[in-house]
């Protein structure tokens, strides 16, 4: 009896990240190397460690913000766009019935992108405007997922957030150029963002096979790159720099 009850809980878990079908190619027939079926179990697994690791991903750039008390460095207009795509995704996967390994991370990476925006409105402009935007922005978001918007234009929202994003991308990386340094900007996050937005395109299309879906991570994991090539740019000029300065006082 408690065998039986055990193989119970053990299947409805499987169940969980497998189809039946799959379930029954590595425990029935004990067929472990069906291509099809580990195709699917890798990408649930990734994606839900994708969702875990969404957890804390912009939480880096969260507590730089806030123990500097400065944003100075951070594009609003960036964290803007980058707000909007994300919003744009949830609310899409949610209405199109998308399993949530699939998009639970965007979630999760919306709660903290609002965060963020709110913090560089406080800190950049004024606390009163912060409050405004969190709440005009909470009156939106109910009005995307409340079932008050038509799908159709969920979908033109998504299809608009791959450019919209990615522009948000460019736009923080030329604020980078010009200021000469990365500023307040998360280095630990925008790895994190690197890996899980690669991450997410091989589960997009295992998952949800929608081009959109798969264009706007593959155009993310783009603009993620282009912000960490920054990181590691600046880091080696400005320790060339220490070390010049270095010299020049050895000379002296």
């Not at 878990?13 to 029935?28: A, D, I, R, T, W």
């Not at 939106?140 to 450019?163: C, F, H, K, N, R």
Request: hydrophobic residues 50%; glycine residues 6%; positive net charge.
């Amino acid at each position: 009896m408690a065998v039986s009850s055990l193989n119970n809980y053990f299947k409805r878990g499987v169940l969980l990240l497998l189809s039946p079908k799959c379930y029954e190619e590595f425990f029935v027939k004990f067929n472990l190397v069906d291509v099809p079926c580990l195709k699917a179990a890798v990408s649930k697994v990734l994606g839900l460690l994708i969702v875990a690791g969404a957890l804390m991903v912009k939480v880096p750039q969260i507590v730089k913000i806030w123990n500097n008390q400065s944003a100075a460095g951070l594009s609003f207009v960036s964290v803007l766009l980058d707000l909007y795509a994300v919003t744009a995704g949830v609310a899409y996967s949610y209405a199109r019935g998308f399993t949530f390994s699939a998009w639970g991370d965007a979630l999760f990476l919306l709660i903290q992108t609002v965060l963020i925006a709110v913090l560089v409105l406080h800190y950049n402009r004024s606390s009163s405007t912060a409050s405004a935007f969190l709440i005009c922005f909470l009156a939106i978001l109910y009005a995307l997922v409340g079932g008050m918007t038509p799908v159709d234009y969920l979908w033109s929202m998504q299809a608009t957030s791959v450019p919209i994003m990615f522009l948000g991308k460019m736009i923080q990386a030329f604020t980078n150029y010009k200021n000469g340094s990365t500023g307040q900007l998360s280095s630990m996050t925008c790895f994190m963002l690197l890996f899980g937005s690669a991450a997410r395109i091989f589960t997009s299309i295992q998952e949800t096979g929608d081009n959109v879906i798969i264009i706007t991570y593959s155009l993310a994991t783009l603009g993620n790159a282009v912000l960490v090539s920054q990181f590691i740019y600046y880091y080696f000029t400005d320790k060339k720099k220490k070390t010049s300065k270095k010299t020049d006082k050895k000379k002296r």
